[in-house]
């Protein structure tokens, strides 16, 4: 059989079982209302938890050094792609993350690989949480060390595991901060406790959290007054911009600018976008009405879904899944939020577990109230119309 006549039988089984994908174009600038499609759409799945991907002055900001610095940096950061915006966006990562150093990555994604396919070697063991993000799957196994799964956030089940690997050389505890799919906390504040009652390393993937979590928005670490050994993060999420960093010691930093293979070997970022986000950090860092907004409009919307008897998983982050099971289900209750000018995907294996589809509402502080109301009067009639409430 011929490539195309084969890639097509696997398209259709994908079809069949209601996991088929396909793009839809976004026409306009990120904001809580988009032309998508041809159609306004009130968005309920954009990353841009704090406005700021729109916001002027990070455009300003980009603009300023794209006519200084021009549009691609030229190649990677160890030949002629480091500039002077990437050393100050570095230090001002370390500061707001309250590390020695920091690092950039082309993205979040390529920081996590970086980080668990060089730091562990041979005889170690990764313990990761059983919903960990694909990227950190990806680095667990291109990683030369084992992997343990411990189920989600259960700190016992962690504590077995580290009991059941101590003939390991080393062990590293690799954890989300915020869950992607299901909007729950690490809480780290345990893990580092076990941490160092059975010597093994902290690793957390801080991406939903900076500049949500937190008395001033620098994320779980400072949600639970901790510090762990390694902290990865991404500037694509409320920073507004593109990008991935990885903050901790010097030492550390030293090691993965000459080992990680995915930092070495990836042409670097654009200086404006480091301008982009060292204004975006300096606005989190200066002030908090954006991230009080956000986290008001998460418990609305959370309080509101459990009252009408939805199943609504996660802490009180911008995350809020919405449970519905079958995966044509949610694909129906998806289209027809998309009919009544609502865009709200549903997310469906492999990405989250058999039986667990769902619509994934992410939240911005830019959604006004009659927006979320909007929202909410969608989900009750949509859900007597499905009988998924009463």
């Known amino acids: 059989?011929?490539?195309?006549?084969?890639?097509?039988?696997?398209?259709?089984?994908?079809?069949?079982?209601?996991?088929?994908?396909?793009?839809?174009?976004?026409?306009?600038?990120?904001?809580?209302?988009?032309?998508?499609?041809?159609?306004?759409?009130?968005?309920?799945?954009?990353?841009?938890?704090?406005?700021?991907?729109?916001?002027?002055?990070?455009?300003y900001a980009a603009e300023t050094i794209l006519h200084e610095f021009g549009v691609g940096s030229s190649g990677l950061r160890l030949t002629t792609g480091h500039t002077n915006w990437h050393q100050k966006l570095e230090e001002k990562i370390a500061d707001f993350k309250q590390t020695e150093a920091a690092l950039l990555f082309s993205s979040g994604f390529l920081a996590n690989v970086g980080v668990l396919s060089s730091l562990p070697e041979k005889w170690d063991v990764i313990l990761s949480d059983?919903?960990?993000?694909?990227?950190?799957?990806?680095?667990?196994?291109?990683?030369?060390?084992?992997?343990?799964?411990?189920?989600?956030?259960?700190?016992?089940?962690?504590?077995?595991?580290?009991?059941?690997?101590?003939?390991?050389?080393?062990?590293?505890?690799?954890?989300?901060?915020?869950?992607?799919?299901?909007?729950?906390?690490?809480?780290?504040?345990?893990m580092i406790s076990l941490a160092k009652q059975y010597q093994a390393y902290v690793i957390v993937d801080d991406a939903h959290a900076t500049g949500v979590l937190g008395e001033n928005g620098r994320g779980t670490s400072e949600l639970f007054g901790i510090h762990p050994d390694v902290v990865i993060g991404t500037l694509s999420k409320a920073i507004g911009t593109e990008g991935g960093f990885v903050a901790g010691s010097k030492v550390l930093i030293d090691f993965l600018l000459n080992h990680a293979r995915t930092f070495i070997f990836q042409t670097a970022m654009p200086p404006s976008i480091c301008a982009s986000s060292y204004a975006a950090l300096e606005i989190i860092e200066n002030s908090n009405e954006n991230r009080q907004r956000l986290l008001s409009n998460v418990k609305k919307i959370k309080i509101s879904l459990t009252e009408m008897g939805y199943s609504v998983k996660g802490d009180i982050?911008?995350?809020?899944?919405?449970?519905?099971?079958?995966?044509?289900?949610?694909?129906?209750?998806?289209?027809?939020?998309?009919?009544?000018?609502?865009?709200?995907?549903?997310?469906?294996?492999?990405?989250?577990?058999?039986?667990?589809?769902?619509?994934?509402?992410t939240v911005t502080s830019d959604h006004s109230l009659k927006e979320i109301e909007y929202l909410l009067e969608c989900f009750h009639f949509i859900g007597k119309e499905l009988n998924m409430i009463q």
């Open 130 to 190: 059983q919903l960990n993000h694909a990227s950190i799957i990806d680095g667990c196994r291109l990683s030369k060390a084992d992997t343990v799964i411990y189920n989600h956030i259960d700190m016992d089940d962690l504590e077995a595991k580290l009991i059941e690997t101590q003939s390991y050389q080393r062990r590293f505890i690799v954890t989300d901060g915020v869950f992607s799919m299901d909007g729950t906390i690490a809480p780290l504040d345990q």
């Open 317 to 361: 982050t911008p995350i809020i899944p919405v449970i519905i099971g079958d995966p044509q289900k949610a694909v129906i209750f998806a289209e027809k939020l998309l009919e009544n000018g609502i865009y709200a995907p549903a997310i469906r294996p492999p990405t989250v577990p058999i039986g667990e589809s769902r619509i994934r509402l």
């Open 1 to 59: 059989m011929e490539l195309d006549g084969w890639l097509s039988q696997r398209l259709d089984k994908t079809k069949e079982a209601g996991l088929y994908r396909k793009f839809r174009t976004m026409n306009t600038a990120p904001l809580p209302e988009m032309l998508i499609d041809g159609k306004r759409q009130i968005v309920f799945s954009s990353n841009n938890y704090l406005g700021l991907a729109n916001d002027r002055r990070l455009v």
